[in-house]
C-alpha cells in the first residue's frame, strides 16, 4: 500500500512553454501534498504544501506564480512550471502523507523535466 | 527551524563490514526524526522513523537508529552490508507539516 506515482518520469520541452507534472496517491487518500526539487548531487529542497481543496504554501525563494500547484482532489496534485527556462532543468519530486498518519511522507519516483 | 546535518556524503565499505552513518539534529521541541534510503533509478522509501519510547529504533532490511538525546544524534546502522544496500540515505526530520532533508550519504558497497 501507500503508493504515489508521478506523470511523467520525463519530459524535454523549450524554452517559454509550460510543463505540468501530476502527482497521484493511488491507494489511501492524501490530505497533504508535497512537491520537491533535486538539484544534482544534492538534497531535496521543499518548494511548497498543497492541501486538499485550499491554496498551496509555497517556501520562501519560491515564485509561486511560477510553479502554479493544484490539489484539487485527495488523490491527484499537479505542478505547473510556467514559461519554464533553462534553470528549471531539474528532478521534481512530490511526497503525500494520508490523513490518517502523522508524519510520514510516501514518496512519488520523481520527475526529471530538461528545458531546452 | 529544525535541521538535520549528515557528516558523511560518501561511504565506501565491503560487503560485510559494519556501517554506521551519522546524523545530528538541530532542538526544536518534538523531535521526529527519519531514515529514508534511495535505491538507483527508485524512489525514496522509508527504512525507519522515531517519535518517541525506545530510542533503539529497529527498521527494514536490518536497519536500525538509536535516538541519543545528549548528544542529538539519530546516526543509522548495519551490522553487516550487502552489496545490494548500494543507495543514497538520507536522515530527516519532521515538524509540523514539513520535513526537512539532510544532504545525503552515499553508500557503495563493493563485492
Known amino acids: 500500500g501507500a503508493v504515489v506515482s508521478q506523470h511523467p518520469s520525463w519530459v524535454i520541452c523549450k524554452s517559454g512553454t509550460s510543463v505540468k507534472i501530476e502527482c497521484r496517491s493511488l491507494?489511501?487518500?492524501?490530505?497533504?501534498m508535497f512537491w520537491y526539487r533535486q538539484f544534482p548531487k544534492q538534497s531535496l529542497m521543499l518548494m511548497a504544501t498543497?492541501?486538499?481543496?485550499?491554496?498551496?504554501?509555497?517556501e520562501q525563494g519560491v515564485e509561486k506564480d511560477k510553479f502554479l500547484i493544484n490539489h484539487a482532489s485527495l488523490t491527484l496534485s499537479t505542478l505547473t512550471v510556467t514559461s519554464a527556462h533553462p534553470e528549471d532543468s531539474s528532478f521534481y519530486i512530490c511526497?503525500?502523507?494520508?490523513?490518517?498518519?502523522?508524519?510520514?511522507?510516501?514518496f512519488g519516483p520523481g520527475t526529471r523535466l530538461t528545458v531546452t | 527551524a529544525q535541521s538535520v546535518s549528515q557528516h558523511n556524503h560518501h561511504v565506501i565499505l565491503s560487503e560485510a563490514a559494519s556501517l554506521e552513518l551519522g546524523c545530528n539534529y538541530s532542538y526544536g521541541g518534538t523531535v521526529n526524526l527519519f531514515w529514508y534510503v534511495q535505491y538507483p533509478g527508485q524512489h525514496l522509501q522509508l527504512l525507519l522513523k522515531?517519535?518517541?519510547?525506545?530510542?533503539l529504533v529497529k527498521g527494514i532490511k536490518g536497519f536500525e537508529a538509536e535516538f541519543i538525546k545528549s548528544k542529538f544524534s539519530f546516526n543509522l546502522r548495519k551490522p553487516s552490508v550487502q552489496w545490494s544496500d548500494t543507495a543514497e540515505y538520507f536522515c530527516?526530520?519532521?515538524?509540523?507539516?514539513?520535513?526537512?532533508f539532510g544532504t545525503g550519504t552515499q553508500l557503495k558497497v563493493e563485492l
Open positions: 522515531y517519535f518517541s519510547g525506545d530510542p
Open positions: 491507494d489511501f487518500q492524501a490530505t497533504t
Open positions: 511526497s503525500a502523507r494520508s490523513r490518517d498518519n502523522s508524519y510520514e511522507q510516501y
Open positions: 498543497s492541501n486538499e481543496g485550499s491554496k498551496a504554501t509555497y
Open positions: 530527516l526530520t519532521g515538524g509540523g507539516n514539513k520535513l526537512t
